[in-house]
């Protein structure tokens, strides 16, 4: 059964999971801060020649597989990805892309890794989609950060090669708010292992897999005393709490119980998992009981980076269309794209798309180099890019008008190039909601945003401090802001002539000093209106994790064109021209953002949203007839739901039927 959790108890769980220290500098803290520290991103790190080669040579394999043995028209038409492209993708060493060659896989770098998603993605987002959870939060990242010994020894070369795995954490009743996990993992009564019970929803992966990651919740409290105290899974890691575990999907007590369908990424295997008493060896919880969270957290850290690739695919694909197409439609005396409104729109594609580009790359060698701590560099990217890449599809839509709506299969039956932009659009929706939804992702950076501020004036921004430590909070904090806040009034920005090695495009880093100092000072002020209810003024927070989020993007596409000059100098003056073009747009977005922060709709949109939550202005809903049906908004928990099926035929009952389940079907 879900728990019930105030807010309150789903924030600490949240804050529990965080990493809470910096062991190393990070670029976007300092942003946040208001502090550009452009040293910690330029130059970009080099890319080791090692790495290179081995990484083209994979793309090359990749690149000669898809295009000769995988149909992406198939996969959407089936909406099924063959059996012999899943083997295909084995043979050649795509699912252990990331797994380091001593445990036998190829062991690309974060950019190859990348690539190669980016790669894949563009054939068809199913493919990616299956490789990214695979490898991105399926079981080799957790392993490899968090793993035993025996475990990596045990599990990779098999993720590497051969086994297909997934990440469960999701539940019907869990979605953004963890807190809420109701699958348990009980300990046994002799101390070897664990029996896990709940239900997963939307598992990619789950469907087909070999192995899988579940994330479950230990009892704290009514432990059964072990037979043998020393094989008891109690000891120094006894903790209880949330606990990731390596669950072998052949287990007894594993049904797929439906396989999932979506306006888009056609083909993937996605389940609803139920688990009934699994027992799992006490030797298959990765980390310590109560880590589950911190795990999933850091393994996104990377993990986040798989996805802007793939919207970074897209959206070179999207430039590559509209060059094409608007270039040889002809309307009202002229190729369509030379008609200013539909220019634009190009303009926009392209800058995008390089800017995308720059923000990945710059967090990918960072990821690679690891001398920085990227976690906010990578959840931007995740962020920006899933914003930025549906955008940029909905553009290309409308560049190609009534063609951007038909099928790639409509298409080509009346003799045109099947060009997939709906499919493209359904697919990249997605991406605004899963590995993090936007929402999420603004309040999780800015977390992270405000985290040297409330390590100095935590007290103070708690509601339930009381006034005497708040009285003492606001001396310690004094003393900080006395020194911070004045270096936020003047700084490189206001310069001429700084950052000059950067050329034409120095004043956008002028810009952005300038901004990142204001954005410091903005978020300040906001702290001390609303203190402890600033975590609650969400739309002010976006919009501040939105203007660092631009700002981090400036700052990436004036030195990613900056490193294209010195590694292939003949695009030089093009990556500049398309940095500069970005840096515009962004800066016309910033200040728009600016402008949002104080001058907005925020508290009337609050209220109305209530009074539409309370059920008033009903009369707007007069006129329409809703073709939803009956049946609950969220499907029942485990207990009750399975009683009903019993008698119902309920909702999971084509189960059986699914091609490809490995577990046991009820
Ligand atoms: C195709 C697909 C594949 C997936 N693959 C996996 C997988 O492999 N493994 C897995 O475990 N899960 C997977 N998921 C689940 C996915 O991660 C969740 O959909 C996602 O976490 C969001 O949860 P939810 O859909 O329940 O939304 P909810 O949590 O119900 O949120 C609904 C809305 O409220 C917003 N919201 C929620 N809380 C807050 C808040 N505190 N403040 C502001 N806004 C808030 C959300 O952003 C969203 O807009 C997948 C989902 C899909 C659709």
Redesign the pocket.
Known sequence: MAQQVSEKQ?RQVAEDARESDWKQPSFGKELFMGNLRLDLIHPQPKLDPEAVEKGEAFLSRLKDFLQNEVDPAQIERDARIPEQVIEGLKEIGALGMKVPEEYGGIGLSQVYYNRALMLVGGWHAALS?LLS?HQS?GLAEPLLLFGSQEQKLEWLPKVARTHVS?????EPD????PARLATTATPTEDGSGYDLAGR???????AIADVVVV?AKVPREDRAQPAEPAASPKGEGNRGGISAFILPYDAEGVTVEHR?E?MG?KG?E?SVTLLENVRVPKENLIGREGDGLKIALTTLNTGRLALPAICVGTSKWAVKVAREFASERVQWGQAVGKHDAVAQKIAYLAASAFGMEAMLDVSSRLADDKKNDFRIEAAIAKLFASETGWKVTDELMQIRGGRGYETAASLAARGEKAVPVEQAMRDMR?NR????????M??LIAREAVDSHLQVAGDILDEDTEIKAKARAAVGAGKFYAAWLPGLVSGAGQRPGSFDEFGDLAKHLRFTERAARKQARSLFYGMSRWQAKLERR?AFLGRIVDIGAELFAISSAVVYANTIASERPERADQARELADLFCAQSRRRVDRLFHDLWRNEDDANHAAALKVLDGDYRFIEEGIIDPSGDGPMIAEPPAEAHEAEQGSNGAFADAGAQRGAKATVA
């Open positions: 789903a989609t959870a939060i997934a990440f469960l954490l999701t869990v979605g953004s708010d997963k929803l939307w598992a990619t992966n789950g994330m999932n979506f990424l993937i996605n997605i909601i899963f590995e993090g939804s936007t929402e999420i603004h309040l969400q």
